[in-house]
C-alpha cells in the first residue's frame, strides 16, 4: 500500500472498464513513469472491487416495479456461456450475469441482488 489511492482506483478502473490485462495496466503505468507490478494490481481489485461495488450500488439509477428476466446461451470468445439479464420497461439493464455453468444457485442470488 505504498501507493496513493488515486492510484490503485485508476488501475481498477482501467482493468475493470477496458478488455485489459493486469499486465496491460503494468505496461500503461509504466510509460506513464510509474512502476507497478501486475501482481500488486490483481491483490488491489480483489480486495477493493467488492467495497467499490457496494459504494456504486448505492447510486444506481431506482428499477421499477416491474422488470424482466432473460435467460440465453451466448459464445463469448469461441466458449459457450449463460446469460442471465434484468430488463426494466424501458428496455435498460438492471443487471448482467454470465457464468460457465446453468448454475441454479448462482442465479437466485443473481435475482436477489437484481431485486
Not at 501486475?38 to 431506482?62: D, G
Amino acid at each position: 500500500m505504498r501507493f496513493p489511492i488515486d492510484l490503485l482506483l485508476v488501475c481498477i478502473r482501467w482493468y475493470v472498464a477496458y478488455p485489459l490485462s493486469y499486465r496491460h495496466v503494468e505496461e500503461m503505468m509504466e510509460e506513464r513513469g510509474l512502476s507497478v507490478d501486475h501482481s500488486s494490481i490483481s491483490k488491489w481489485a480483489v480486495r477493493f472491487l467488492p467495497q467499490i461495488e457496494k459504494m456504486v450500488r448505492k447510486h444506481k439509477r431506482p428499477v421499477g416495479g416491474s422488470w424482466r428476466m432473460d435467460e440465453t446461451y451466448i459464445k463469448v470468445k469461441g466458449v459457450w456461456k449463460y446469460l442471465y439479464r434484468a430488463v426494466d420497461k424501458q428496455g435498460k439493464s438492471v443487471d448482467l450475469l454470465l457464468t460457465a455453468k446453468r448454475d441454479m444457485a448462482a442465479a437466485k442470488r443473481f435475482f436477489d441482488k437484481a431485486i
